[in-house]
Nanobody
Framework: QVKLIESGGGLVQAGGSLRLSCAASERVFSIYPMAWFRQAPGKERESVVSIAWSGGGSPNYADSVKGRFTISRDNVRNTVYLQMNELKPEDTAVYYC????????????WGQGTQVTVFS
C-alpha cells in the first residue's frame, strides 16, 4: 500500500514561514486527489487545501489560509509541498497529507502528521 510521509514541521515565530513536505512511496499525486489537513488540540480536523491534479483542477484553500499558503508538487520526487507564509498562532496544529483513492472511504490514505507550532 502507498505510504505518505510528512516532514518540515517545527517551531516558528508568528509571521514566519515553514514548508511542509508530503513524500509518497509511489506516483499517486497525478492520479488521486490529495489534501492537506490539520488538527489543533481540542478542535476538529479541517481541510487546509485540496486538489485533484489529474483533473486539471485548481487548489481549494480554506479561507483562513488563502493568500498565505501555497501547494505545489514535484513529480520526480513524488512529493507535494505546502508553503506556509505569514504564520499565525492559530495555525498551530498537526498537519497531515492524505490521498483519496477509489474506496468506500474518502481520503483513505494518511501520513503520520507533522507538528507545526507558531508562537507570538
Amino acid at each position: 500500500q502507498v505510504k505518505l510521509i510528512e516532514s518540515g514541521g517545527g517551531l516558528v515565530q508568528a509571521g514566519g514561514s515553514l514548508r511542509l513536505s508530503c513524500a509518497a512511496s509511489e506516483r499517486v499525486f497525478s492520479i488521486y486527489p490529495m489534501a492537506w489537513f490539520r488538527q489543533a488540540p481540542g478542535k476538529e480536523r479541517e481541510s487546509v487545501v485540496s486538489i485533484a491534479w489529474s483533473g486539471g483542477g485548481s487548489p481549494n484553500y480554506a479561507d483562513s489560509v488563502k493568500g498565505r499558503f501555497t501547494i505545489s508538487r514535484d513529480n520526480v520526487r513524488n512529493t507535494v509541498y505546502l508553503q506556509m507564509n505569514e504564520l499565525k498562532p492559530e495555525d498551530t496544529a498537526v498537519y497531515y497529507c492524505a490521498i483519496d483513492t477509489p474506496s468506500a472511504r474518502s481520503y483513505d490514505v494518511w501520513g503520520q502528521g507533522t507538528q507545526v507550532t507558531v508562537f507570538s
